[in-house]
């Protein structure tokens, strides 16, 4: 039998090989959501014909969880907003990483002699507790349940004590042998590590964070797949282990940082030392106003930000683009690779309103071209359009590479409110002589811009 699971497992691997690939593209992404679900699915049957799984309660705990997972899975995700989806997708990672960590703990109760099987156990335990607690503390952060930033005294020492004295235990875990009385401590650890590792992470890197622990969940799958003796959980887990490691490391570079000072350094100094004020003053425009800007513009780019997600704004801004394109306006989206709260945010929301994948152009593509824009509206982005980050040394986002909205010959900017952006941050280009402020709700606002184009 083994003979035939194994050629299956590399199948399922193959399938969710494929559907990462395609998940790069937006254009093949439901492609590949498809083959990996279909992947996961068989690789879910196949359990049933392993040698080890016999008898009926064990097939009733495997059918029970399938039920229950698929239920939770089903409705919360035909319920769950676009807006609210990088809370879901981290808190779904922390649950992959919490059943790596169960795998472990399970594995390592069993007493294997191997040393390496137990050293690999210990390491996917280490990675997916950490992941776990980690990821929730993440989803709290996103869903507004906690303060973006918590400091401890002494914070970083902290962090180094519980690293190690969770290591202590992972040795006397792999050499005593009453391994079994340092599980419940070693595994307090490392819940309270994560714990401390993210609570002190502003809320402007959490994308990057979420990635980092969908690359550590993806490790700690890899590992436990060994321990095991899993092909489908090795290859999935080191795939999913590497490709969030490499999108770790891109967005870092997007922000113009390294990975290590997000996670290691005074990460909070963004959100406390955001005490500077910009100098001059917030002019509004009336809709009507903007609209004749925009209608008798030859070149408008669209930067989409976090507020359009939380106004549901993309459907209108695409007919805005619509009204804008029928009147002979060229018109083009510029897409920060951390705009939103997750990787690839905004190209999400811009898909599902259906504009084309053509018009959606990255921060490379698009930066030159915004000196020869006569508009540029601005809606719900606030940190990556900041011109900060070029020209004030002292700025806590001083050299994050941003969208040169201020070369534009006139900036628009849709806002709720003149508060910050979600780093705490004083943005200079509100006050800047060629923008003017849209106040009120971002879907409201485009629907009277709608509105407004066509009485023209």
Known sequence: ??????????????????????????????????????????????????????????????????????????TSGKKVLMINMPQMIALYNGMGGGAASAIAAIELMNHHTDITTRSLAVLGAIIGTISF????????KLQDLMKRVIILPKHQLVNVGLVLAALVFG????????????????????????????IPIGGANMPIVISLFNAMTGL???????????????????????????????MAKAMNKSVSSILFSSINSTEQASTETSTGSLKPIEVSDAAVMMAYSNKVIIVPGYGMAVAQAQHKIWELAQQLEQRGVSVKFAI????????????VLLAEAGVPYDKLLDLDEVNSEFATADTTLVIGANDVVNPSAKNDTSSPIYGMPI???????????????????????????????????LYGDGQDVVNKLVQSIKSL
Not at 10 to 33: D, E, V, W
Not at 133 to 140: C, D, K, M, R, V
Not at 178 to 198: D, K, N, Q, R, V
């Open 1 to 74: 039998m083994n003979n035939l699971i194994q050629p299956i497992y590399l199948g399922t691997a193959i399938l969710l090989i494929l559907g990462i690939r395609k998940m790069s593209s937006p254009k093949t992404a439901k492609n590949g959501i498809t083959y990996a679900g279909w992947g996961m699915l068989i690789a879910i049957l196949v359990t049933f014909l392993l040698p080890n799984i016999h008898g009926v309660w064990n097939h009733i705990l495997i059918l029970s969880g399938i039920a229950i997972g698929t239920y939770i899975g089903w």
């Open 133 to 140: 607690s980690g990821s929730i503390i993440a989803f709290a």
């Open 171 to 198: 040795c006397f875990i792999l050499f005593s042998s009453h391994s079994t009385a340092f599980l419940l401590p070693f595994y307090i650890l490392l819940f309270i590590l994560g714990i401390t590792f993210t």
């Open 220 to 250: 700690a799958v890899g590992f436990e797949g060994f321990v095991l003796n899993n092909n489908a959980l090795v290859i999935a887990g080191t795939v999913v282990g590497a490709s969030g490691t490499l999108l770790t490391q891109l």
């Open 336 to 347: 920060h690779p951390v705009a939103g709260r997750m990787p690839g945010h905004m190209n």
């Open 403 to 437: 969208l040169d909205a201020q070369a534009s010959h006139n900036v628009l900017i849709i806002k709720r409110g003149q508060g910050k952006g979600f780093s705490g941050v004083e943005n200079s280009l509100f006050t800047m002589d060629n923008s003017r402020m």
